[in-house]
């Protein structure tokens, strides 16, 4: 079996009011942000393999930046496309046509999708994802809801739903390789081109999708204020290591 990580760097960033450069490639100490995500699992010894989709423009900075900063997993580059959906299934289709390559079966092969401006997950998130779709073929990384959600129905009433019950998605979100691939195409087949992500997919087409309880601080990099967090995590690791805390 084989486990591969697809990470998605197709967004252009819009809500970070960067003037020139989207925020998965924003420095931090020197490294941009989707390096100290792609480290995470090029560190990863059960990770066997990495495919990007990324936004065609910024491929050759990206392959400058993976020399320089010694990521040795990375085996595809894709473009990104013009939707979120899009962009994952062409990094997909890049991990379907590297397994086929190393004579992978589909059925024993684990994607775990991870957006690239995710950098603050931990190894045992991933070891985590890998072991749960091999109990039960699927999952998605999730935190415990710290803030009371409302649902706004159609009639205009309110809808509660108990704290306790409610989890927050993040990713990775991870599956057998043959069934992910099966729910794209038939996507693609019906139309559909907006899923919001992988796992209200799966959802969608029948298919139960077990959780993973991640680390509270596995933001995705959006705003200024997400950034701020991020440079202060990174400082904190840094400080264990200096200090062995």
């Not at 010694?70 to 379907?96: F, M, R």
């Not at 799966?202 to 204020?225: D, F, L, R, W």
Request: with cysteine.
């Amino acid at each position: 079996c084989m486990n591969i990580a697809v990470i998605f760097a197709g967004g252009s960033g819009l809500r970070m009011h960067t003037k020139s450069r989207p925020k998965q490639f924003l420095d931090l100490n020197g490294k941009p942000i989707i390096i100290y995500t792609l480290e995470l699992f090029d560190n990863h010894e059960a990770i066997d393999a990495i495919v990007v989709a990324c936004i065609e423009s910024w491929i050759p900075f990206l392959e400058k930046q993976i020399r320089k900063f010694e990521i040795n997993k990375v085996v595809k580059i894709v473009p990104g496309g013009s939707s979120g959906q899009e962009s994952i299934y062409n990094g997909l289709c890049a991990a379907e046509e590297y397994a086929q390559e190393h004579k992978a079966d589909a059925k024993q092969t684990t994607i775990l999708i991870h957006d690239g401006v995710r950098p603050l997950i931990t190894e045992e998130t991933i070891t985590d994802n890998i072991n749960k779709v091999e109990e039960e073929g699927s999952c998605i990384t999730c935190i415990p809801a710290t803030e009371t959600f409302i649902v706004k129905q159609d009639d205009g009433n309110l809808e509660i739903p108990s704290r306790a019950r409610s989890l927050i998605a993040r990713a990775p979100q991870s599956f057998r390789l043959s069934d992910i691939m099966a729910a794209h195409r038939r996507a693609l087949q019906e139309g559909i081109h907006d899923f919001i992500d992988s796992c209200t997919m799966m959802s969608h087409y029948g298919h139960k999708v077990a959780t993973v309880i991640g680390p509270m601080e596995n933001i995705k990099i959006t705003t200024p204020t997400d950034y701020f967090v991020l440079r202060a995590m990174v400082q904190v690791h840094e400080d264990q290591q200096i200090f062995g805390l």
